[in-house]
């Protein structure tokens, strides 16, 4: 229960972090791998809700 409520901490601000890459990309950036890595912390957060 833990874990999860720390995943979900976790969520949120990459969710913040997704709002900033969209507003300001950057060419030291590689966005696309961010994104990916977000989607996967997301996928495994909705698998343990």
Request: aromatic share 0%; proline share 2%.
């Amino acid at each position: 229960a833990t874990e999860l409520k720390h995943l979900k901490c976790l969520l949120e601000e990459l969710k913040l972090l997704e709002e900033v890459l969209d507003l300001a990309p950057s060419k030291n950036l590689n966005t696309r791998e961010i994104k990916d890595s977000m989607d996967n912390i997301m996928r495994i957060v909705l698998e343990l809700q």
